[in-house]
């Protein structure tokens, strides 16, 4: 068995990250520059501005479509277990005593 560190991001580091990325994508400076001026390697910096790029091409939601969003998946997650629960009963039920 090993022991692993469990690595907790911070509010901070996803924030150095994002400006990270911004510098590159809106700031015109290259990769290879921001990265060996950060003292992180290439593929690593890549890496950030491909979220960052990705979270710009997001669309926003707003409060009130985010909060409807987790009640919709939250119902579909309860009608799954509602069909399931209906078999297991269904099952039970057919039982020869």
Same mark, same amino acid.
């Given at each position: ?35 060996? $001026? ?6 690593? *910096?890549?890496?950030?501005? /491909? ?7 997001? !669309? &926003? ?12 998946? $939250? ?6 277990? *509602?069909?399931?629960?209906? /078999? ?7 039982? !020869? &005593?």
């Amino acid at each position: 068995m090993t022991n692993q560190k469990v690595v907790k991001q911070t509010r901070r580091d996803r924030e150095f990250r994002m400006d990270a990325a911004k510098m590159i994508v809106e700031g015109g400076r290259s990769i290879a520059e921001v990265a060996r $001026e950060l003292g992180h390697s290439y593929p690593t *910096v890549a890496s950030w501005v /491909k979220v960052y790029r990705a979270a710009q091409a997001a !669309p &926003k939601l707003s409060p009130v479509e985010v909060q409807l969003k987790a009640a919709q998946e $939250e119902n579909r997650k309860l009608k799954v277990q *509602v069909e399931f629960l209906k /078999k297991t009963m269904a099952y039970f039920v057919e039982l !020869p &005593k």
